[in-house]
């Protein structure tokens, strides 16, 4: 931590426009409704993500919240309007 830090007059490359990934403020302070569920999931997944969160220090519940929520998300936007499942309806009698 304490080296010191060489500079050397060497010239540097083209600058790059990086696109701005970043959610905005409203999307990081957004929360959609959550809805509670029963599930069962096979004991391999559970172990899975209960291992994995303990070592990002999280919850396994909101890893899995969060997978399925990205899942969402790819296949919403990229799915075309008519593919998409749309409830079903009773039929009238």
């Known amino acids: 931590m304490n080296a010191?830090?060489?500079y050397t007059n060497e010239p540097?490359?083209?600058p790059r426009v990086i696109r701005d990934f970043l959610p905005s403020p409203q999307e990081l302070a957004f929360r959609d409704e959550d809805v509670k569920i029963t599930i069962t999931l096979s004991k391999?997944?559970?172990d899975f993500f209960k291992s994995e969160a303990v070592k990002g220090d999280t919850q396994y519940q909101r890893m899995i919240?969060?997978?399925l929520d990205a899942y969402v998300d790819?296949?919403?936007k990229n799915a075309p309007r008519?593919?998409?499942v749309e409830p079903k309806?009773?039929?009238a009698r």
Do not use: N
């Open 89 to 91: 309806r009773a039929r």
């Open 12 to 14: 540097i490359g083209e």
């Open 44 to 46: 391999k997944s559970v």
């Open 82 to 84: 008519s593919a998409r």
């Open 65 to 67: 919240r969060r997978l």
């Open 4 to 6: 010191k830090i060489k």
């Open 74 to 76: 790819a296949h919403a």
